[in-house]
């Protein structure tokens, strides 16, 4: 029952399961890149950004492919 009311919001395309981290702190990987790229270490972009420094290297990673 719970899995057709899912498939169900699926098909309407709605989103299932957690935010991401970047849409609740308002944030695009963009930004990090960025950061990144200006110098920033990832524990400084972590203090900027308010993200915990090992899911900011997740995002880079899955980012370069």
């Known amino acids: 029952r719970v ?3 899912m498939d169900r919001a699926k098909k309407q395309g709605k ?3 957690r935010k991401s ?3 609740k702190k308002n944030i695009s990987i ?3 890149m960025k950061l990144r790229s200006n110098g ?3 524990r400084i972009i972590a203090q900027k950004t308010g993200i915990k420094t090992s899911t900011i290297f997740k995002l880079l990673k899955k980012e370069k492919g």
Do not use: A
Request: charged share 35%.
């Open 15 to 17: 989103k299932l399961g």
């Open 21 to 23: 981290i970047l849409d």
């Open 40 to 42: 920033y270490s990832y």
């Open 30 to 32: 963009n930004d990090i």
């Open 3 to 5: 899995k057709d009311g």
